[in-house]
């Protein structure tokens, strides 16, 4: 195959640039313009109906053009539709025939979001009220024999069976289960639960009642009595789910062919079967033996009163209230009124008055409590008064959450001064604090700090009563006299507590009021207070996430750094985490606050100091095992710490700071490669404070920026990252004049490209890299044109060492990436041959004027094209099989284009040369009509610019195929 | 699956009173044709009483119990033989409830020793070589109401070791006191019993305190007649150490068919009686009575 020669065409740039430009109209104000700002003006979501009127939500500033995104999302963005629909579906839903009158009343018997819904508590009850101790269950599955006693004796057996039959679960069988762990226990009673839901299902509504009857028989129960708000838990949830069925099941059947009743419906529109069976299920409840499972399985099905008659709920309710008189055991008693209330508030929110009765018979009964009963209980199973006291609180405090749900002032009031009247009244103070209103705990403060100091030391633990005051008190401020009073009333009690647990309980809610209405100065002491606490015997190891809490708080409230590490103590705070997962994370918070709040970079030597220290921290937790995730998330906190820095005009300290940075953070990549950037930041930076000319010493402290990236790139590990790397400090360097340094980035880049794999991990999956490579090779190429030769070395040898690596690269046999390449550089060639390059760097020469235009340089480039060339003609050659035809058409017109862009087509033989590719690309029909015809069309426009009459003719010989 | 023989009376609670008319369908249903022999419906309803062994002697209860009272029993033809064709085929009836001379629909009763049932039975006559078919149901006869007002009778009670009667040494008692009353000792069946209990005093914890139901049933017969009394329910009231000096409420519904309006007849008596039971921890029982006259307004 003949060997072309290269004929590069000339080029005038800066005439073509001239003729290309477009002519420049400034614009008036007003005007349209698409990269104008657009300035949203109105956000019109509450317009939006149920179709989604269509107005745009917003408009740029000029008349009347629509921003091309918002009006994609026809009117509105989705999110605050949805906010917009929310509201008004319960509306919707709301049956149409309903009158007005009933539609207010409905309003009044629903619950407001506002009200925390007893799964809220839930969860907390069972994380909070746990025992070590073995449970038992006790199921009398069996028939009462002789355990009835007396009553028994004349009662004939088939009466017995009948009516103990509800008291019997699988005949003849009585069931204990001892010594169980509280897993087996909680367990078992889910067990329970599915054995309810399967004898439902399979019809056995018997079987189905006798298992909640024998559920709640747990209930009156006792023993382990630590565990028993956690028991109440779980039986309860057996209770609702069976009441749950029996309402559901007497809906459906009130459910006729013709009609479904509707949810607010009255009892006339219910049928005889249905109120058959509602009756039934009462008359049996009825019937139960024992008080604790009737009370509470008629609880459970409280709502199916509505299938009976309007006004059977608000009978029942004072009825059961009553009931619950019956049962002795204090804490027994008030579980079933919290139930009672629970149910109440489901079904009836709008009957309050049961709730109240509930509450002023619990504190009839109050002083139960301290009852010779209760203590010798207490006695038997060893458990002390302190620690007896608080299984009372989930369920006062939902009795109470009930009461004071919208009350009014005056009922809570009264509340409080019956509380107040009865002795050793700290159980009940705490529950007032934690189910009222927190504005109305706050405003009496001081009231509520006294009357816990007056409090019996025995009883309730005050620490919790302080607790309950300071989340109040973190919610709602107290009046402004009062503050500083309360917190040197509440701290010289809670100083006081010797167990460091107690302490840092009560001591985290207060760091909030601290922090929120006090200064660095209180902080640090409230802060110095916990430590003076947690140290002994390292008691801080069991109270970490106590700890961590009251670090969240304190930065919550303080985001000026330099205020918050002038707090001496919180450092030494910081040095309380010592298990390092902890530690971590609560670097991690405190970066996250720096990173979100800090405006303004700073080289303040505290903030530097403290924060490199917690960055420190978190980049030594990384280790081998630690997730790709983790490691992004420290990177990027460290990240954003160092461009937070900032000294200013004092360079050399910028670059020993990110020298100090590079030997801390060495095990992170990204942070790694952020220094390198912020140092090639700090070069340029540099070049035009000096306005590119650099005295002696900022060239010096240049080489020594550029030295600092030439140094940390090889430790990076990302192929890519330090190929780009390369080039970019490359760049800088060639920038700032330091040629040699910049010669050996792009040499060091070039030797690096051999090892470049050829599958590559993007976000954990393997994809080919020749695409990368490509892309690379492309800025590298444009780089180049500008670098000037060494002295010492060839005439473009930075090029050939370069073309020497690409033609040892394996590239892969199914892609032409190798050729594009090649064409790439035909196209540098080019560039390079011409008198003026298209771009230059401020002060460096380069080839163009160094060899000016010289004919020894010209003839090398050209060998250099030839032999590019003949690569890709020998390429191409390689394509001529039927599965590469499609390949070598358009690798052969890319080919075309490109002669015709850089090569001058006066020359015979690249004139031939180019009419013969054109052939080759519409040979076997692979080639693109329309791109040919426009490719035609460009020539002929071409061919009217002047220089350029040559095209004409060459337009002439260049047919167009037609399709057949 | 053969044929099946079904009857459905037209009442969801199967309740009817003297003079009424029982209505509802009788529903036949098979794969195939059912031939037959005729189908007749029967009403029954009678006293079935009982001796008990401890009134009088074994033997005696085994062989002489009495005999059956009939309150009503009367036959109707419903279909003449022939045959039903395949499928369900429904066959409405209707039948009133009188009684013949001066007998009385006694309201529904399930007792020990006096039972009063009234069953509605089907019977469909078939050939020889397919067995009857038969169905029963039972049905419920309340009593007519009462006419006149109820007059509350309320009675008021206080319980100390004092008021105790058979107590063998009084001095080992514990002391207690307690107080209460019952709203009305006449009550209408379909109303609880209510009232309150309060608890003064107690030396001993209570363990629990329920009120128990008691029937006492008196059947007459040749020797004289035979009383006993026994317990139909034992509701817990209280359970534990209740709070001193506050009220616990006595609250009863009377469970159905275990119950019926206090019946006096020349033959046998039921009556109810109410018994309210408190345990002591030392396991003392207390137990003090009160006779009911039920109703039905």
């Known amino acids: 195959m003949a060997v072309f020669p290269w004929h590069s065409r000339s080029r005038n740039y800066k005439a073509e640039f001239a003729s290309c430009r477009l002519e420049a109209v400034p614009l008036e104000f007003g005007d349209y313009h698409p990269l104008k700002p657009i300035t949203v003006t109105e956000s019109k979501t509450k317009k939006v109906s149920r179709k989604g009127s269509t107005s745009s939500t917003s408009s740029s500033s000029s008349s009347s053009v629509l921003d091309p995104l918002s009006s994609v999302l026809d009117g509105t963005d989705p999110l605050s539709m949805f906010a917009a629909t929310a509201d008004p579906a319960a509306t919707v839903t709301r049956p149409l025939d309903s009158s007005r009158k009933r539609r207010d009343r409905d309003e009044n018997s629903i619950v407001g979001s506002d009200f925390e819904p007893w799964a809220n508590k839930r969860g907390e009850i069972l994380a909070r009220y746990t025992t070590t101790e073995k449970l038992s269950i006790n199921l009398f599955m069996g028939s009462e024999k002789g355990k009835a006693g007396t009553v028994t004796s004349a009662m004939s057996e088939k009466v017995r069976t009948r009516l103990e039959e509800l008291d019997d679960f699988e005949e003849g069988s009585q069931k204990e289960l001892l010594n169980l762990t509280q897993q087996d226990y909680v367990n078992r009673i889910e067990e329970l639960n599915q054995s309810l839901k399967d004898a439902w299902a399979s019809d056995q509504k018997v079987k189905a009642l006798k298992i909640v009857i024998q559920c709640s028989k747990l209930l009156s129960d006792t023993s382990v009595i630590q565990f028993y708000p956690s028991k109440f838990v779980l039986i309860t949830d057996i209770l609702d789910t069976f009441g749950k069925l029996v309402y559901e099941r007497i809906f459906s059947m009130c459910v006729d062919n013709r009609s479904v009743l509707p949810d607010h419906f009255s009892p006339e529109n219910v049928n005889d079967t249905a109120k058959e069976t509602c009756l039934n299920w009462f008359f049996k409840i009825a019937s139960i033996r024992e008080l604790i499972p009737r009370f509470y399985v008629e609880a459970s099905i409280l709502k199916c009163n509505k299938f009976l008659s309007k006004t059977g709920i608000s009978e029942c309710l004072p009825r059961l209230t009553c009931m619950i008189r019956g049962i002795g055991d204090p804490l027994v008693s008030v579980y079933a009124r919290a139930y009672l209330c629970r149910v109440g508030m489901e079904v009836a929110p709008h009957l309050k008055e049961s709730l109240n009765k509930n509450f002023f018979d619990f504190l009839l009964t109050f002083k139960q409590i301290h009852g010779d009963t209760v203590q010798n209980q207490l006695v038997v199973q060893g458990v002390e008064l302190p620690s007896y006291l608080p299984l009372y609180s989930p369920a006062m405090d939902w009795i109470f959450q009930c009461i004071s749900y919208h009350a009014p002032e005056a009922l809570l009031t009264e509340m409080m001064d019956r509380c107040k009247k009865l002795g050793n009244n700290a159980l009940l103070l705490n529950s007032v604090m934690s189910a009222f209103r927190a504005e109305f705990i706050a405003t009496r403060s001081m009231d509520f700090i006294g009357m816990i100091k007056e409090c019996d030391e025995s009883g309730f ?140 970079p700073t080289k303040d030597p505290v903030i530097l100091n403290a924060l490199l220290h917690v960055c420190k921290t978190m980049h030594d937790s990384v280790n081998a095992l630690t997730l790709e995730d983790e490691k992004r998330m420290l990177a990027y906190l460290i990240n954003g710490f160092i461009k937070m820095v900032s000294f200013g005009r004092d360079f050399e300290q910028q670059l020993s700071f990110y020298v100090e940075a590079r030997s801390m953070f060495c095990n992170l990549e990204p942070v790694l490669v952020q220094l390198i950037h ?134 892969e046999d199914s892609s032409d990436d190798k050729i594009r390449i090649y064409t790439c550089v035909l196209h540098l060639l080019s ?27 010209l003839a090398e480039n050209n060998k250099l094209c030839e032999t590019v060339m003949a690569q890709i003609l020998e390429h191409l050659k390689t394509l001529a099989k039927d599965e590469a035809l499609k390949r070598q058409s358009s690798l052969g017109l890319s080919f075309f284009n490109s002669i015709l862009a850089h090569g001058d087509l006066r020359n015979n033989r690249l004139n031939q040369l180019s009419v013969n590719l054109w052939h080759l690309a519409q ?19 071409r061919s009217k610019q002047p220089d350029m009459g040559h095209l004409t003719e060459l337009a002439l010989r260049l047919p167009l195929q037609t399709r057949t | 699956m053969g044929t099946s023989l079904d009857i459905k009376i037209k009442r969801a609670n199967k309740v009817y009173h003297a003079g009424e008319v029982l209505s509802g369908v009788v529903v036949i249903s098979g794969k195939d044709s059912i031939q037959h ?41 419903m279909v003449k033989p022939g045959k039903f064709p395949s499928g369900k085929t429904e066959i409405p009836f209707e039948f009133p409830l009188h009684v013949k001379g001066n007998k009385v629909l006694y309201e529904t009763y399930h007792g020990v020793f006096v039972n009063i049932q009234y069953t509605l039975r089907c019977d469909m006559r078939r050939s020889l070589l397919a067995k009857d078919l038969t169905k029963t149901c039972e049905f419920i006869v309340h009593s007519a109401p009462q006419k006149g007002k109820l007059t509350p009778s309320p009675v008021d009670f206080t319980i100390t070791p004092e008021t105790l009667q058979n107590v063998k040494e009084r001095a080992l008692l514990p002391k207690f006191l307690i107080r209460g009353h019952l709203n009305s000792t006449n009550c209408v069946i379909t109303q609880p019993l209510t009232g309150e209990l309060v608890v003064e005093s107690s030396e001993a914890a209570i363990k629990s305190i329920e009120l128990q139901l008691v029937r006492v049933e008196t059947c007459g017969c040749a020797e004289g007649y035979a009383r006993d009394a026994t317990e139909i329910q034992n509701i817990q009231i209280a359970d534990g150490d209740v709070c001193r000096s506050l009220s616990v409420p006595i609250y009863m519904v009377f469970p159905r068919l275990f119950t019926c309006p206090t019946l006096e007849t020349t033959n046998f008596k039921v009556e109810f009686e109410v018994n309210i039971v408190v345990l002591l921890h030392a396991d003392h029982l207390i137990t003090e009575n009160f006779p009911l006259k039920l109703c039905r307004m």
């Open chain 1, 461 to 600: 633990p005050k620490h919790l009563l302080f607790r309950s005051l300071g989340l109040n008190l973190a919610l709602a401020d107290p009046p402004e006299g009062d503050r500083l009073q309360i917190l040197n009333e509440a701290w010289k009690v809670i100083t006081k507590l010797k167990n460091p647990q107690d302490y840092i309980n009560c001591a985290e809610v207060w760091v909030e009021y601290t922090c929120k209405h006090f200064t660095k100065r209180e902080v640090n002491t409230v802060l110095a207070d916990v430590i003076k606490h947690m140290t002994p015997d390292r008691a801080f190891e069991d109270s970490y996430p106590q700890l961590h809490s009251i670090i969240k708080k304190v930065i919550a409230h303080f985001h000026d750094f330099s205020v918050l590490f002038s707090v001496e103590k919180f450092l030494p705070f910081l040095d309380m985490f010592q298990k390092e997962s902890v530690r971590v994370e609560v670097c991690k918070c405190i970066m996250e606050v720096f990173i979100k709040h800090q405006q303004e």
């Open chain 1, 678 to 811: 912020s140092v090639n930041r700090l070069a340029m930076e540099t070049r035009k404070v000096m306005k590119g000319n650099h005295s002696r010493k900022t060239a010096a402290f240049v080489r020594a920026c550029v030295a600092y990236c030439f140094i940390t790139i090889p430790s990076l590990v990302g192929i890519f990252t330090r190929l780009n790397l390369y080039l970019h400090s490359g760049q800088v360097a060639l920038a700032n004049q330091c040629l040699s340094q910049a010669d050996a980035f792009f040499k060091a880049a070039i030797s690096l490209i051999p090892e470049v794999p050829k599958m590559i991990n993007i976000d954990g999956k393997m994809r080919p890299s020749e695409s990368f490579l490509l892309e690379f090779l492309c800025n590298f190429f444009s780089t180049l044109l500008i670098v000037p030769d060494h002295p010492e070395h060839g005439v473009l040898f930075l090029v050939r060492e370069l073309l020497n690596v690409i033609q040892d690269y394996t590239w």
């Open chain 1, 831 to 857: 560039a390079m041959s011409q008198e003026n390059y298209l771009y230059h760097i401020d002060k460096v020469d380069s080839n163009d004027s160094l060899y000016g235009g010289d004919s020894k340089f």
């Open chain 1, 923 to 941: 040979r076997h029909g692979c080639a693109d009509t329309r791109t040919m015809v426009k490719t035609l069309e460009y020539i002929k426009k």
């Open chain 2, 37 to 77: 022999q005729g189908v007749s419906l029967t009403v029954e309803g009678s006293v079935n009483l009982q001796l008990s062994a401890k009134s009088v002697g074994v033997f005696e209860a085994f062989y002489n119990s009495v005999k059956p009272i009939q309150i009503i029993n009367s036959t109707i033809e």
